[in-house]
């Protein structure tokens, strides 16, 4: 109950506009998806998301099978990678607002690329160790942020924010099959060279999440 407190009241929020069919409203959320900027937002969150899902997913098998390490291990190393995600967002909040979105999203997927890259090839388990930490700041800062970029990106936010969830979401249950059906072939640690591609496609497109002028 005390935590309801600090839910803002929706005042600041746009007025909802009753006169519109459901069927002008499914076309007003249709166009969302042919609008180039929310589609790259929607690219960010795909990356973090695909890598988010699939560490949930497969880090603690591919450092038991893939490094040789024990079960124990994999589950150590993926706990270290929860509470990395977790306390990058709890602690980012001044790095944003003193370098904005853009810059933090590049910053903290560039040391994704780095996570991954490290967990893929390294040879010992605290290089391991360390790209499983720098794995969960890249995927730490671009969901949140890719939300409150698309929200702001145009008229409709609602709308707007369901594109864009809708990229990331699908990437977050849907990546780790396909991570799954490469490993299949490859390996699993192979198989997350996916996760430092995306981590890159994510940085390249980050300049999406650059506030529109004249809007708050």
Do not use: C, K
């Amino acid at each position: 109950m005390l935590a309801l407190r600090g839910i803002p009241d929706g005042t600041r929020a746009e007025e909802h506009d009753t006169t519109l069919t459901p069927w002008q409203r499914l076309r007003q959320w249709a166009r969302g998806w042919a609008d180039v900027r929310l589609l790259l937002i929607g690219l960010v969150m795909l990356g973090v998301e695909l890598g988010e899902g699939s560490a949930n997913n497969w880090l603690a098998l591919a450092t038991t099978d893939g490094h040789g390490q024990t079960a124990a291990v994999g589950a150590l190393f993926f706990t270290v990678f929860a509470v990395s995600e977790a306390a990058t967002r709890v602690f980012a909040g001044p790095v944003v607002d003193r370098l904005g979105r853009v810059r933090t999203v590049r910053w903290t997927t560039a040391l994704g690329i780095v996570g991954a890259v490290l967990f893929i090839v390294g040879g010992s388990w605290w290089l391991t160790l360390i790209g499983v930490v720098l794995w969960a700041v890249g995927v730490s800062m671009g969901f949140p942020l890719g939300m409150s970029a698309a929200a702001q990106s145009g008229p409709n936010p609602a709308a707007r924010v369901s594109v864009v969830a809708s990229i990331g979401y699908f990437a977050n249950f849907a990546g780790p099959p396909v991570i799954g059906a490469i490993a299949e072939h490859v390996g699993a640690l192979s198989a997350l060279w996916l996760v430092a591609l995306l981590f890159i496609a994510a940085f390249a497109a980050s300049g999406s999440l650059r506030p529109v002028v004249g809007r708050d």
